[in-house]
């Protein structure tokens, strides 16, 4: 499974930016995990490829949306009200459960570089 994730840039606090990333190959989970400047990578959220079910880390339940486009085999985060913590490197990753644990993804996308301005 090859991952590749793009939409990052800079944006204001309180802006939007919505994330993709396109699977080529099968995948039963897409999930996005966040790494910041000096801290470890964090889950932030998956989705069930066919069933769409999601699960969200608490940080950004309620403020980040993770939804899929069969059609394009590509799954999308959708970022509001964005703050300066959520500055990171935003990775997508496949793997077989709908889990927050990292090391259940086998397959990583190359990260997408988000910052958001105070």
């Known amino acids: 499974v090859q991952l590749q994730a793009s939409g990052g840039g800079l944006v204001q606090a309180g802006g939007s930016l919505r994330l993709s990333c396109a699977a080529a190959?099968?995948?039963?989970?897409l999930g996005w995990f966040r790494q910041a400047p000096g801290k470890e990578r964090e889950f932030v959220g998956a989705i069930a490829w066919n069933s769409g079910r999601t699960t969200y880390a608490d940080s950004v339940k309620g403020q980040f949306t993770i939804s899929r486009e069969k059609a394009k085999n590509t799954v999308y985060l959708q970022m509001n009200s964005l703050k300066p913590e959520d500055t990171a490197v935003y990775y997508c990753a496949a793997g077989p459960y709908l889990t927050s644990d990292q090391y259940e993804y086998d397959y990583w996308g190359q990260g997408t570089l988000v910052t958001v301005s105070s």
């Open positions: 190959g099968r995948t039963f989970t």
